[in-house]
């Protein structure tokens, strides 16, 4: 997968990771889109280098799907717990 299909992934994974932890976070929607995307990257990497497991070159694959949302999550997790619910 190129670059550009892994800004697309992290965008729906992001998204995806919002739907699953609903809640006011610090960055609004943008902040949310580029944790996404940044997500899908860590997502990938983590299971490429301690899973064994490397992300398969098609965009449709389930295990990509899953280290994306999963790298998004633990990233938007992470980012409520440091910067906290700043709109309060």
Known sequence: MG???????????GAIAKMLLPGRDPG?????????????????????????RPVEQDFFDLYTWGAAIAGSLVLLIGYRILVGNSRE
């Open 28 to 52: 609004g929607l943008i902040g949310t889109t580029l944790i996404g995307v940044a997500g899908a990257f860590v997502g990938g990497w983590l299971s490429a280098r301690f899973l064994d």
């Open 3 to 13: 670059i550009i299909s892994w800004i697309v992934l992290g965008l729906l994974a």
